[in-house]
């Protein structure tokens, strides 16, 4: 099982700021998922739905 980045999300999304436009959230919160490399359960959550559990919570690295 492929386990992904943060880096690796955004780019799969388009971008910091097209990733924040679909979850809903500001840029800069996703600029703290860079910096931490960590990624809070509820938007790991989120992003699974998003992508129809192609991308699972149990790939992403979770923070809270």
Do not use: H
């Not at 880096?7 to 919160?29: H, P, R, T, Y």
């Amino acid at each position: 099982m492929k386990l992904y980045t943060v880096k690796e999300v955004i780019a799969k999304f388009g971008g910091q700021v097209a990733l924040a436009d679909k979850l809903g959230i500001s840029q800069s919160a996703i600029s703290a998922w860079v910096k931490s490399g960590e990624i809070p359960l509820k938007r790991a959550f989120q992003i699974e739905r998003m992508t129809n559990k192609k991308i699972k919570v149990s790939q992403l690295p979770i923070g809270v």
